[in-house]
């Protein structure tokens, strides 16, 4: 068997073969961990054997998975939205991008927990503060790839769309646009992944629904097994985000090489 | 919609124009042309050669209205490319260099690009599009995406994109001088056909003397800062004297002055 074959995805699951086999490695490893931990001095409910945690992802409450996912898809479409036409309005005023450049900037520099804090002090509505905080911790990534894909468009290109004598807004929608679909969905990648971090942790103060609310009263009641079992729907969740958006990617590039 | 003038394309007048550009870095002034005069009359198939840096690319933008002069004016017919942008839309055409064929679109909607600018009804912007591809022989490549089509073809996109809009005014920019001489050579000749027949005024700027020469019916010869050196009616020369006309062009290029045989 071949390199290549090894690597080629299984068919059936439809992820690649030493995706599988790695993964197995780890489950049977935590198994032995699990089996051994009182021999190694580590309290049994630290490391839960796999039945157990397959059992507490059997009481998982599809609602929490729902309002989460929902929270997520809200805020990154909002943060989208604003970042381009930030981006956009930016690309076409400099004056605009030097004074906001350092406000962006600073914005990214405020950790996610003091966003947080700042929400609880400042909204009373608990979806608010969710909102709030993972419109701001994801908008300006959104902002700042948006910008520097524009930028990256070829001087060639644009002065070829110039030489047609667009409307603005011909430029932004014919060329524009197009030209950074590419950054576009990497960014949505990466904030997919930032988004499901930020608001399991937006989600630990004071939300009563959602994976962070649940993974709050699985620690309040030590039950170790629940924090695994929604860790692995968080992750689970994750990975379907980026599965779909990766698949809207392959679909809309297909003119790439 | 046609966009085309019932009467033909306008004339083109060129009066005392001086580009001057400022170095970021340094802050110095570039004369980038000076003092330039010059007529185009319609349908004239005209082809400006110069040296690199003379100027060429600089009378290009201010010919499609990206740039202004600094001083004088450029009018096309009453109007000017710059200061009536919106008014040449559809009107004035380029090709390049490179194809600068968009990356995402098909041939089809890389030609359909100014139809879709000007607001054709869709129907009309693929039948003309596709009419104009067929006549670049790109008829079974509608579908291909540029990267899948040969430097050769890519650049009949391009020029099937330019001439799809019938302007009064097709300007190339060194438009072949990257193929091969053979697809070069096939590309000019289609290019300089389809020209003539659509009643378009062509100007080529190249630094191809052959390329001059064999499209012409005037040649303008740019020194540095554009100052025109020679201005050579193609038809007063006898196709066997061409090889006289080529030496006395490159003599005139490499002195900065007009050559006696020229003049």
């Known amino acids: ?257 | 919609m046609n966009t085309r003038d019932p009467g033909g394309p306008p004339p083109i007048e060129v009066r005392g124009v001086r580009k001057v550009f400022r170095q970021t870095t340094t802050g110095q002034s570039v004369v980038a042309i000076d003092r330039l005069d010059l007529t185009i009359a319609p349908r004239e198939v005209v082809a400006i050669v110069g040296q690199t840096g003379c100027g060429k690319s600089t009378f290009f933008d201010l010919m499609i209205g990206l740039e202004a002069p600094s001083e004088g004016t450029l009018r096309i017919g009453d109007k000017s490319p710059h200061a009536d942008f919106d008014y040449f839309r559809g009107k004035i055409a380029t090709v390049f260099q490179q194809d600068r064929l968009l990356p995402w679109r098909s041939a089809l909607d890389n030609a359909k690009l100014p139809l879709e600018l000007i607001g054709l009804p869709e129907e009309e912007q693929r039948e003309r599009a596709l009419t104009w591809l067929n006549r670049l022989g790109l008829g079974s490549f509608i579908n291909a995406y540029p990267h899948e089509l040969s430097g050769g073809m890519r650049q009949r996109v391009a020029i099937a994109r330019a001439f799809s809009v019938q302007p009064d005014i097709m300007l190339a920019d060194e438009a072949f001088g990257h193929l091969d001489e053979v697809t070069a050579q096939e590309l000019r000749d289609t290019f300089l056909a389809l020209a003539r027949e659509s009643g378009s005024t062509a100007i080529l700027i190249t630094h191809q003397l052959e390329e001059a020469i064999g499209v012409g019916d005037r040649i303008i010869v740019f020194g540095k800062s554009a100052k025109l050196l020679a201005d050579i009616h193609v038809a007063h020369w006898d196709k066997s004297q061409y090889g006289v006309l080529r030496e006395a062009i490159q003599a005139t290029l490499q002195a900065n002055s007009p050559d006696p045989r020229l003049t």
């Open chain 1, 1 to 257: 068997m071949s390199h290549k074959e090894l690597g080629e995805p299984v068919a059936s699951l439809g992820f690649p073969r030493h995706t599988l086999v790695s993964l197995l490695i780890f489950a049977a490893t935590w198994e032995v961990l699990s089996n051994l931990a009182p021999f190694l001095g580590i309290p049994p409910f630290a490391i839960p054997s796999l039945v157990r945690i397959a059992k507490a992802i059997g009481t998982i409450t599809p609602i929490d998975v729902v309002v989460t996912l929902a929270r997520v898809i809200a805020a990154l479409i909002v943060s989208f939205i604003a970042g381009l036409a930030l981006a956009m309005a930016m690309y076409r005023s400099d004056p605009l991008e030097k004074y906001l450049s350092p406000i962006i900037r600073l914005f990214m520099a405020v950790p996610v927990v003091s966003w947080i804090l700042f929400a609880v002090l400042w909204f009373p509505g608990v979806e608010f503060r969710i909102g709030f905080v993972l419109v701001v911790v994801c908008g300006p990534v959104f902002m700042i790839d948006t910008l520097d894909a524009m930028r990256s468009v070829p001087r060639e290109l644009r002065h070829m769309m110039r030489s047609f004598r667009p409307t603005t807004l011909q430029f932004f929608t014919k060329l524009m646009m197009p030209a950074i679909v590419p950054t576009i969905f990497t960014s949505w990648k990466v904030n997919i992944s930032l988004a499901i971090r930020v608001v399991t942790i937006a989600e630990l103060v004071g939300a009563v629904t959602g994976i962070g609310a649940q993974l709050s009263n699985a620690q309040q009641l030590f039950s170790v097994a629940d924090v695994f079992a929604w860790t692995i729907v968080l992750v689970a969740l994750l990975f379907l985000l980026e599965a779909i958006v990766s698949r809207v990617e392959h679909r809309l590039l297909r003119w790439r090489a």
